[in-house]
C-alpha cells in the first residue's frame, strides 16, 4: 500500500498492510537545537527533510491563516467593532495565502499516493480569540458577542474560500480545525455556548467538506471527553492530539464512540524514559491501534528532554507496533 491507500482505508476502517509512522506536529526549536549537537545533520533546511531523514511517512500539511502577511505586528488585541473594521484590510485576503507551486507539488504527490495532504484552518473558537485576548474572548460570549459573531461570520466566509481555492491544487485527505477550546478539566465554554457561537459556522462548512471527501478533525488540547459528542453532533470525524497529561482516555472513547478517527495519544512524557516504559504506552494504546480508524503519534510536540536516540528508540518501536493486526 502506498502512504494514501493506507489513509483512506484506515480511516474508513478497513484493512492496511500496516499503521502510519507519521509526527504530526513538527518538533519544538528546542529539542531540534539539541538534537544538531546529537548528530542530526544541520544541512536539513525544513520538517519535511527531517521527517524524511527519519523515515517518517509523507503527510503534507499546509496551515493557512485568516491574517494576511502584511498584517501589522505585533498582534495587538481588538475590543469593538471598530477596531474591528480598522484592522479588516489586513484580514481576510482576496488572494490565496498558500504558496501555489507548494501546493501543486502537494497535490501531484498525492495523486501518485506518495503523500497525504491535510489542510488546517483557523476554527472559530481559535480565531476570534486570537483578536481577542484569552481573557476578553471568554468574556466576549457574554459581553462582545455582536462581535464574535461578526469575526465567525467574515472567517467562515474566508475558510469556505480558501477550501475551494486549495481543492483546485488538491483535494485534502483531511482538514483539521485548531480549536485548542478544552484544558485539562475539560471543555472552556459550555454547550449552549458552542451551539450559538461556533456550531452554526462549522454547519456551513463540514458537511462540503465531507462531500468531497474529506475527513474532518479538530485540533484541540486538554481533556475532550465532553467535547467530542458535541464535535460529532456538527459532523465531525474525528480529534487530535488526544493529551495523555490532560486525562484523555483513547480506549474509553473507542468504547463511547466506535467510530471516532483519532490521530495522537502517545504520552511524550514516556519518551525519555526508556524502552521499557515506551512499550508500556504503546501496550495501553495498542487496543485502540488494532481497532482502526486510530493513527498512533505523538500527543503534542516532542519536548527538548528527549534525546535523538530516545526519538530513534521510540520511533523503532513505533514502527514494530505498526505492523499489529486486529
Not at 484506515?10 to 502510519?20: A, E, H, T, W
Not at 460529532?232 to 474509553?252: H, K, T
Not at 501496550?283 to 528532554?305: A, F, K, N, W
Request: hydrophobic fraction near 40%.
Amino acid at each position: 500500500m502506498n502512504s494514501r491507500e493506507r489513509f483512506i482505508n484506515l480511516m474508513s476502517f478497513k484493512p492496511v498492510d500496516r499503521l502510519p509512522v507519521v509526527e504530526w506536529a513538527t518538533w519544538w526549536d528546542k529539542t531540534l537545537e539539541r538534537w544538531k549537537t546529537e548528530g542530526l545533520p544541520s544541512e536539513l533546511k525544513d520538517s519535511w527533510e527531517i521527517r524524511e531523514y527519519l523515515g517518517l511517512d509523507s503527510y503534507r500539511q499546509e496551515w493557512v491563516s485568516f491574517l494576511a502577511k502584511d498584517f501589522p505586528r505585533p498582534l495587538k488585541h481588538i475590543h469593538n467593532l471598530d477596531e474591528y473594521n480598522k484592522i479588516l484590510p489586513f484580514m481576510f485576503p482576496k488572494e490565496p495565502v498558500f504558496d501555489l507551486k507548494t501546493a501543486e507539488k502537494y497535490g501531484n504527490e498525492q495523486r501518485r499516493g506518495d503523500s497525504v495532504v491535510w489542510l488546517q484552518l483557523d476554527g472559530f473558537f481559535w480565531g476570534p480569540r486570537k483578536m481577542l485576548g484569552i481573557e476578553d474572548h471568554l468574556c466576549a460570549f457574554y459581553d462582545n458577542f455582536e462581535l464574535m459573531k461578526r469575526i465567525n461570520e467574515d472567517l467562515v466566509e474566508y475558510n469556505l474560500r480558501v477550501l475551494d481555492d486549495y481543492c483546485k491544487f488538491a483535494v485534502p485527505d483531511f482538514l483539521v480545525f485548531a480549536e485548542d477550546m478544552s484544558y485539562n478539566h475539560g471543555p472552556m465554554i459550555s454547550k449552549e455556548l458552542f451551539d450559538e457561537f461556533l456550531a452554526p459556522y462549522y454547519g456551513r462548512i463540514v458537511p462540503l467538506a465531507r462531500k468531497r471527501g474529506i475527513k474532518v478533525f479538530v485540533d484541540t488540547d486538554g481533556l475532550v471527553h465532553d467535547l467530542v459528542p458535541w464535535f460529532l453532533e456538527s459532523g465531525f470525524d474525528g480529534f487530535l492530539p488526544l493529551e495523555r497529561m490532560a486525562g484523555v482516555d483513547i480506549n474509553l472513547l473507542r468504547q463511547r464512540h466506535p467510530k471516532l478517527l483519532m490521530i495522537g495519544a502517545f504520552d511524550k512524557t514516556a519518551m525519555h524514559l526508556g524502552e521499557a516504559a515506551i512499550r508500556k504506552e504503546f501496550e495501553r494504546i495498542l487496543p485502540v491501534m488494532r481497532s482502526g480508524g486510530y493513527i498512533p503519534s505523538v500527543d503534542h510536540q516532542t519536548p527538548p528532554g528527549v534525546s535523538l536516540a530516545d526519538y530513534k528508540l521510540y520511533l523503532r518501536l513505533l514502527k514494530e507496533y505498526a505492523s499489529v493486526r486486529g
